[in-house]
């Protein structure tokens, strides 16, 4: 389907921009317990003698990225709403790349997060 293809007008925008709506809802969710794992991190006294050797935090990096490939997620999910309210045109590609680079991003971003809070 092209980008300027039309949609069906039904309530086929509404329950995509209630289902963007939600996947941004899980993906704050995700953000909160990577932050989680890095403040519980940062107070263990194991962490602090990795901090005075002078190594990068990690975690702190995990949560760095995943607030920035949330971030990404949110002004597409925006940009998809308002486009949903004015009309019923298929989203344009490089929203959804977007779109799907922050997801992965995200995910590999929690992944790494549970592997370094081990």
Aim: with cysteine; proline share 4%; hydrophobic share 55%.
């Amino acid at each position: 389907m092209s980008a300027g293809a039309v949609r069906d007008p039904g309530l086929q925008p509404e329950r995509t921009s209630l289902s963007w709506s939600r996947t941004l809802l899980a993906l704050f969710a995700a953000d909160v317990l990577i932050w989680r794992s890095w403040a519980v991190a940062a107070t263990s006294p194991a962490s602090a003698a990795w901090a005075g050797a002078g190594t990068t935090d990690y975690l702190g990096v995990c949560a760095l990225t995943a607030v920035v490939a949330t971030v990404v997620l949110c002004l597409c999910v925006l940009a998809r709403a308002r486009q949903l309210r004015h009309s019923s045109y298929a989203p344009p590609r490089s929203l959804m790349r977007w779109a799907a680079a922050g997801v992965v991003v995200l995910g590999g971003t929690a992944v790494a997060a549970i592997a370094l809070g081990r």
